[in-house]
T-cell receptor, first 111, second 117 residues
Framework: QKEVEQNSGPLSVPEGAIASLNCTYSDRGSQSFFWYRQYSGKSPELIMFIYSNGDKEDGRFTAQLNKASQYVSLLIRDSQPSDSATYLCAVNYNAGNMLTFGGGTRLMVKP | DAGVTQSPTHLIKTRGQQVTLRCSPI?????VSWYQQVLGQGPQFIFQYYEKEERGRGNFPDRFSARQFPNYSSELNVNALLLGDSALYLC????????????????FGNGTRLTVT
């Protein structure tokens, strides 16, 4: 069974610090990887997507992909209390849009 | 442009009843996918429709069905509701068949929260 694993947390960081969220996946053939942010009671919101090995930066967010080690991570620089949410990692294991999600990591940014 | 829109936002049903959830994709998007998110878990794939044809089905019973209309909107139907069907039902759209197409990630709607009593 193809899986996506995340530490459920909570991960607690002080305001202004770097938050590092990690995700591992089981299928080396996966082509696309996604990070979604989900506030309590709301739907997932796309934060980053990455297709190639290496880093991809967008504002305070950096996604890192290492296909050889089968992990993808999300770094949030200068963390703000508004970043407090659950972060979902998703991997596309098949053709189409059949994403497999991890259980999410709850991030808490303390003022 | 409007995002993915879903209706209704909340729904309360009784065990054994049937429910229909609706979704309108982002303009120009031809693919619609449905996901179920139980409290405390990540979303789980139910269906994908592309160009009005079913192109993927997750591990859900036959009580779950869906369809896509010529305008690319979609409906998810669940028959014979069980307590375990209580969840947030998410619709997502993308322009192409596969998210592996560059710059074709899934965008989710606000979801329909279904409570089965």
């Amino acid at each position: 069974q193809k899986e996506v694993e995340q530490n459920s947390g909570p991960l607690s960081v002080p305001e202004g610090a770097i938050a590092s969220l990690n995700c591992t996946y089981s299928d080396r053939g996966s082509q696309s990887f996604f990070w979604y942010r989900q506030y309590s009671g709301k739907s997932p919101e796309l934060i980053m997507f990455i297709y190639s090995n290496g880093d991809k930066e967008d504002g305070r967010f950096t996604a890192q992909l290492n296909k050889a080690s089968q992990y993808v991570s999300l770094l949030i620089r200068d963390s703000q209390p508004s970043d407090s949410a659950t972060y979902l990692c998703a991997v596309n294991y098949n053709a189409g849009n059949m994403l497999t999600f991890g259980g999410g990591t709850r991030l808490m940014v303390k003022p | 442009d409007a995002g993915v829109t879903q209706s209704p936002t909340h729904l309360i049903k009784t065990r054994g009843q049937q429910v229909t959830l609706r979704c309108s994709p982002i303009s120009g998007h031809k693919s619609v996918s449905w996901y179920q998110q139980v409290l405390g878990q990540g979303p789980q794939f139910i269906f994908q429709y592309y160009e009005k044809e079913e192109r993927g089905r997750g591990n859900f019973p036959d009580r779950f069905s869906a369809r896509q209309f010529p305008n690319y909107s979609s409906e998810l139907n669940v028959n014979a509701l069980l307590l375990g069907d209580s969840a947030l039902y998410l619709c997502a759209s993308s322009p192409f068949f596969s998210v592996d197409s560059y710059n074709s990630p899934l965008h989710f709607g606000n979801g329909t929260r279904l409570t089965v009593t």
